[in-house]
């Protein structure tokens, strides 16, 4: 089956360094790939998207790049500020029952990130 | 800016006693989606509901948690009896057509079962 994985936290950074939060992946498909963030007391929010291979998802400064041949989709940014802090959740969207157009997605655990200023 | 809502956002209730959780979609939204985050298992789906009707429902305990759409604005999600061990937050999330892959996510409903 489907599976995400991604770097254990909790990542504790000062403000304005550069950010890593890596993610893998298993699928038998060709899954979209997301990173979702959650900020506390709220639910996720889509943070960006790649739907093919070799796309890069980017918004507020945030970036990845969807890796067929590493299976990975690793989220950076450059100069991260204390408003970042969350929980970042990696996520793949993969069809399933046989095809049409359902879709499910698979989370990884989340990475808590911390940044103090 | 449209968002997914859900009632309550906090619940605290006593063991065996039934919970209903309440969610409107995004207007337009044909899909939604239940979801069970706790710190033990991550995010669990729970159900998947296009145009109302159930496609998924087997990450749902069946013989205490139902799921439905009594109409295109309401989805319910409700526990009978419910157990310490469903305490958790639960969300709601939707989304449209081809791209239900790309989810919109409520705040959630932190529940609390003594």
């Known amino acids: 089956g489907n599976s995400v994985t991604q770097m254990e936290g909790p990542v504790t950074l000062s403000e304005e360094a550069f950010l890593t939060i890596n993610c893998t992946y298993t699928?038998?498909?060709?899954?979209?790939l997301f990173w979702y963030v959650q900020y506390p007391g709220e639910g996720l929010q889509l943070l960006l998207k790649a739907t093919k291979a070799d796309d890069k998802g980017s918004n507020k400064g945030f970036e990845a790049t969807y890796r067929k041949e590493t299976t990975s989709f690793h989220l950076e940014k450059g100069s991260v500020q204390v408003s970042d802090s969350a929980v970042y959740f990696c996520a793949l969207s993969d069809r399933w029952g046989g095809g049409g157009s359902n879709y499910k997605l698979t989370f990884g655990k989340g990475t808590l990130l911390t940044v103090n200023p | 800016d449209a968002r997914v809502t859900q009632t309550p956002r906090h619940k605290v209730t006593e063991m065996g006693q039934e919970v209903t959780m309440r969610c409107q979609p995004i207007l337009g939204h044909n899909t939604v989606f239940w979801y069970r985050q706790t710190m033990m298992q991550g995010l669990e789906l729970l159900a998947y509901f296009r145009n109302r009707a159930p496609l998924d429902d087997s990450g749902m305990p069946k013989d205490r948690f139902s799921a439905e759409m009594p109409d295109a604005t309401l989805a319910t999600l409700k526990i009978q009896p419910s157990e310490p061990r469903d305490s958790a937050v639960y969300f709601c999330?939707?989304?449209?057509?081809?791209?239900?892959?790309?989810?919109?996510f409520g705040p959630g409903t932190r529940l609390t079962v003594t």
């Open positions: 699928a038998t498909g060709y899954p979209s």
């Open positions: 999330a939707s989304g449209w057509g081809l791209a239900d892959y790309e989810q919109y």
